[in-house]
């Protein structure tokens, strides 16, 4: 018998490979419908994978991605894409590669699983909270449950999520579970999540999205992030897409990175500046924040001039070679102080989890303990919007259900003779 513990995406995958594979498998989930974060992925979409090489997917991961390399030689992307379509869950590509359903609900996606599941027999148990993992003479024997009662088991793999979301269950289980079986556990941080900061300017800003700007993370000379894309403005600071990757690439002591925003990255500093001394040149004595709607969205240019430490009412023909550098060098390179990552309650995932070293990438099987495997958010590995975080999950689920399944077999033939 092999029990997987956690019916997201992960472990709906383990399953279904593990029974695929000639396994017994019973599916345990703590809350009353299976996929419960699958249901709000993309916003109710489902941004199921992405349509990449396994060498572009690996670019995309900002933690540890060389750890996933045989989960996605085993199990693409056009993997999943091709399991949907044979489960009656036609899928979709939209821009940046992104694949969703075509349907664009999330709930066909967790239906397609549950299908394919109900056709190779595995038991789901529904309500059903585990409490602990047992291990008797090195390696796995069971689960026990949250009323008491054990349940044996060959294998278990361990597929229960992150801290991201704790009201689709995910309330950090699986890191208890392996740390009381001496895994080490790096501790859980909030990714692919908003910026707070300590400027208010931002604040002003709420509501404003910015398009085609370049978001740069650095920690003294080392470019740890930039990109080109979206950036949205909120009441706590600054999110959307850039914000949410960059969030990925935050060291541990934020006094030491330095985040810029690069307002018009299509010009170069000197094309900028002759573009500059045109518009003042033509303004005569217009104030600068009346000819700066030209350069910036009208909401932004009207608190430009302040955020940069000029006065408000500057007139154009009066700026000085030291402010047309000062507006130069905020419009190329705007300081963005953060102060913290927004609460882990609001991240897409979570960045922590059992350390790599411990995993057998090949299998997925800890390398403490025989007969217990990991697969999705639990594992310390993330990466960037567009359905990189989703596919990690079927492809380590897929690989530790496979292994687990193979393992169970061998111990069968060698119990036989």
Known sequence: ML??????????????????????????????????????????????????????????????PRFLYSALSFFSPQDMMTLLESAGCPVTVQRGRRVFPSSEKASDVTRALLSLLSREDVRLRLNTRVSGIRAENGAVSGVTLEDGSFLPADGVILATGGFSYPSTGSTGDGYRFASALGHTVASPRPVLVGLETSADWPKKLQGLSLRNVTLTLKQGKKTLYTELGELLFTHFGISGPLALEASCHLPEDLSSAVLTLDLKPGLTRDQLDARLRREFEAAGKKQLRNVLPSLLPAAFAAVFP?????????????????????????????????????PVEEAVVTRGGVSVKEIDPATMESRLLPGLYFAGELIDTDAHTGGYNLQIAFSTGALAGYSAALRGQAKEGASDI
């Open 3 to 64: 029990i997987v513990v956690g019916a997201g995406a992960a472990g709906l995958m383990a399953a279904l490979q593990a029974s695929r594979a000639g396994a017994s498998v019973l599916l345990l989930e703590r809350n009353e419908k299976a996929g419960k974060k699958i249901y709000i992925t993309g916003k109710g979409r489902c941004n199921v994978t992405n349509d990449c090489t396994r060498d572009e997917f690996l670019r995309e991961v900002a933690r540890n």
């Open 306 to 342: 302040s955020v940069l430490g000029l006065p408000e009412d500057l007139i154009c023909s009066q700026i000085t070679s030291a402010q047309r550098e000062a507006l130069l060098q905020g419009l190329k390179s705007l300081p963005v102080p953060v102060r913290d990552p927004r």
